[in-house]
């Protein structure tokens, strides 16, 4: 806008300065025409005068038009300038439209693989194998010797805070009392050996100190030590409740033994505390 004025200035400007000059030729020749008749000395004077007067407004003008032409060049320069310096914004904006597209792009692949590992952070595996040379001593029939196996593996998966669920697989078949497996047993010969669900519970713990578990668990009741009171390897099917806090523990359990669709069996309830064990 600026440099389309500053154009229709100089070029009112030279038309001014043209039509001057016209003016001033057609003066000096009315002059020199004037000045062969007489009584013209009068009017040559007079337009001399006006002639040294044009002339020097015709030099004001000549000046201010090469200021505005200075002036004209360097606006010139400016915007090329600015429209050079708006290519690098526009290419420098682009570029970083680009940078920031490839960093949300990355930082969403970040947070799924957080959030993967997150989750798998959630799961913890456990397992065993054991091999053993077993001999039982027998006195009134012959010694045994006999190669037995065990093996296990589950999960315990995290749900929600305070929520988790349990699974574990091992040998031994439908026997309830032990997972191991006797090589060559009588009976089986080559057979494949049988897998069954060892432990399937879920546990709550609703406020600090309180567990609750359904499904088929570990022993919910205290068993001190190496107590060979109950097989470590039963694990029984019900619901259980614990709470623990410092030194003072409580167990409350109700296990189902067998169902019997024929009888109505109420399952099995109990509870015991540090110095009380009942069962019914």
Same mark, same amino acid.
């Given at each position: 806008?600026?440099?389309?004025?500053?154009?229709?200035?100089?070029?009112?400007?030279?038309?001014?300065?043209?039509?001057?000059?016209?003016?001033?030729?057609?003066?000096?020749?009315?002059?020199?025409?004037?000045?062969?008749?007489?009584?013209?000395?009068?009017?040559?004077?007079?337009?001399?005068?006006?002639?040294?007067?044009?002339?020097?407004?015709?030099?004001?003008?000549?000046?201010?038009?090469?200021?505005?032409?200075?002036?004209?060049?360097?606006?010139?320069?400016?915007?090329?300038?600015?429209?050079?310096?708006?290519?690098?914004?526009?290419?420098?904006?682009?570029?970083?439209?680009?940078?920031?597209?490839?960093?949300?792009?990355?930082?969403?692949?970040?947070?799924?693989?957080?959030?993967?590992?997150?989750?798998?952070?959630?799961?913890?595996?456990?397992?065993?194998?054991?091999?053993?040379?077993?001999?039982?001593? @027998? +006195?009134?029939?012959? &010694? !045994?010797?006999?190669?037995?196996?065990?093996?296990?593996? =589950?999960? $315990? *998966?995290?749900?929600?805070?305070?929520?988790?669920?349990?699974?574990?697989?091992?040998?031994?078949?439908?026997?309830?009392?032990?997972?191991?497996?006797?090589?060559?047993?009588?009976?089986?010969?080559?057979?494949? @050996? +049988?897998?069954?669900? &060892? !432990?399937?519970?879920?546990?709550?713990?609703?406020?600090? =100190?309180? $567990? *609750?578990?359904?499904?088929?668990?570990?022993?919910?009741?205290?068993?001190?030590?190496?107590?060979?009171?109950?097989?470590?390897?039963?694990?029984?099917?019900?619901?259980?409740?614990?709470?623990?806090?410092?030194?003072?523990?409580?167990?409350?359990?109700?296990?189902?033994?067998?169902?019997?669709?024929?009888?109505?069996?109420?399952?099995?309830?109990?509870?015991?505390?540090?110095?009380?064990?009942?069962?019914?």
């Amino acid at each position: 806008m600026e440099s389309s004025r500053t154009k229709e200035n100089i070029l009112n400007n030279r038309k001014m300065i043209v039509a001057i000059a016209l003016a001033l030729g057609f003066a000096a020749q009315h002059g020199a025409n004037a000045a062969t008749t007489p009584g013209a000395a009068v009017t040559v004077a007079a337009s001399a005068d006006d002639l040294k007067m044009v002339r020097s407004q015709l030099e004001a003008l000549a000046d201010r038009l090469a200021r505005l032409e200075e002036s004209n060049q360097k606006l010139q320069q400016e915007n090329a300038a600015l429209k050079a310096e708006g290519v690098k914004l526009a290419a420098a904006q682009q570029d970083a439209e680009k940078s920031r597209d490839a960093h949300a792009d990355a930082l969403a692949k970040t947070q799924a693989k957080v959030t993967a590992s997150d989750w798998a952070s959630n799961i913890k595996f456990s397992g065993d194998f054991r091999y053993r040379d077993e001999e039982i001593q @027998r +006195s009134v029939k012959s &010694d !045994q010797t006999r190669q037995r196996l065990r093996a296990r593996f =589950g999960f $315990t *998966a995290k749900v929600v805070d305070g929520l988790a669920v349990t699974l574990r697989l091992a040998s031994g078949g439908d026997d309830p009392r032990s997972p191991n497996q006797t090589l060559g047993a009588s009976g089986t010969g080559m057979a494949r @050996r +049988s897998i069954g669900l &060892d !432990q399937y519970f879920a546990t709550w713990k609703p406020v600090d =100190g309180l $567990t *609750a578990t359904i499904g088929r668990m570990p022993t919910p009741w205290f068993r001190p030590g190496q107590s060979i009171l109950v097989d470590n390897d039963i694990n029984p099917e019900g619901l259980a409740v614990n709470y623990q806090h410092g030194i003072f523990f409580g167990n409350a359990f109700g296990l189902w033994l067998s169902e019997i669709s024929t009888y109505n069996v109420d399952p099995t309830t109990g509870f015991d505390l540090p110095a009380v064990s009942r069962t019914s």
